[in-house]
């Protein structure tokens, strides 16, 4: 008997290059059928928090909030290591400038969102479309910006400035990369289902590293407007050794981010996250 699962991420480079073999049929999934269903990152996170979707990306931020619904997949992770989303201003600037301000951000439960909190404290929050920042910020109307996906490479060659970078701010405060998003499997599913899921999902990442340019001419189509040397950059930002799995720093790494988060007030109950088995294989 066939069983379907509805397996949801965001429709960038990095995560169409981490589902690849699953999406085009290159590895073996048995028994399971994957839905691809694609939103932005802050679209995931609310449809997580209603528990539609048996497999999705999620924000470690919204993880906090889902904890006692999903497990955090053993691997899938986004992690921004020196490196991360970026504050963005029309002029050059500082983060005290920021404080206390407007500053457009990708959503409410984005990981972005509350590094940003945790560097630069209390700011008016402005939520927009992620891919509606950049031209914001170059229009005037909002004085600063949190940019993610293929933004961090670009904002320059609109004229923009970075004022921060959360990753590099969270890296030179740790010593750990900034975790950043994450693959999340609903607890209902049982072990059984968990654990081949588990091992389907890897199975993807793993074919995607190891089968590089195709993969990532199947992530050029998610590019919006990279060129192909820049979209190799950015997945390899994001979909590396980190991805294959948390390893214990990188678990570290997430258990730093939310206890510091709880610790500051920005989330509302301690959250420790809870991994799925890894699948075998």
């Not at 990981?111 to 920042?133: K, N, R, T, W, Y």
């Amino acid at each position: 008997m066939i069983r379907e699962i509805r397996v949801a991420h965001s429709p960038d480079s990095d995560d169409a290059f981490m589902f690849y073999a699953l999406a085009k049929g290159r590895i073996d999934t048995g028994d399971y059928r994957f839905i691809h269903e694609m939103g932005d990152i802050q679209s995931l996170n609310e449809r997580a928090l209603r528990g539609e979707l048996e497999v999705t990306a999620v924000s470690i931020h919204a993880y906090a909030h889902l904890a006692d619904r999903y497990f955090l997949l053993p691997h899938g992770a986004s992690f921004g290591d020196g490196y991360g989303p970026l504050v963005i201003a029309s002029r050059p600037a500082d983060v005290e400038e920021v404080r206390g301000g407007p500053m457009a951000i990708p959503g409410l439960l984005t990981s972005a969102h509350l590094a940003a909190q945790m560097m630069i404290g209390e700011f008016e929050p402005v939520v927009m479309d992620f891919d509606a920042i950049l031209p914001a910020v170059r229009r005037g109307e909002v004085p600063f910006g949190l940019i993610i996906h293929e933004g961090q490479l670009t904002y320059d060659r609109e004229g923009l400035h970075k004022v921060a970078d959360t990753g590099e701010w969270w890296k030179d405060r740790t010593g750990l990369p900034l975790p950043l998003g994450g693959n999340a499997i609903r607890k209902d599913l049982g072990p059984e289902t968990i654990s081949e899921v588990s091992r389907l999902l890897k199975a993807s990442i793993v074919y995607a590293l190891d089968h590089r340019e195709e993969a990532l001419d199947y992530a050029l189509e998610f590019g919006r407007g990279l060129a192909r040397e820049e979209a190799d950059r950015f997945v390899g930002m994001y979909v590396n050794d980190w991805t294959r799995s948390y390893g214990p720093r990188g678990r570290e790494a997430v258990e730093r981010f939310l206890k510091q988060a709880w610790d500051e007030g920005f989330i509302p109950h301690e959250a420790k996250p809870e991994f799925a088995e890894e699948g075998a294989g």
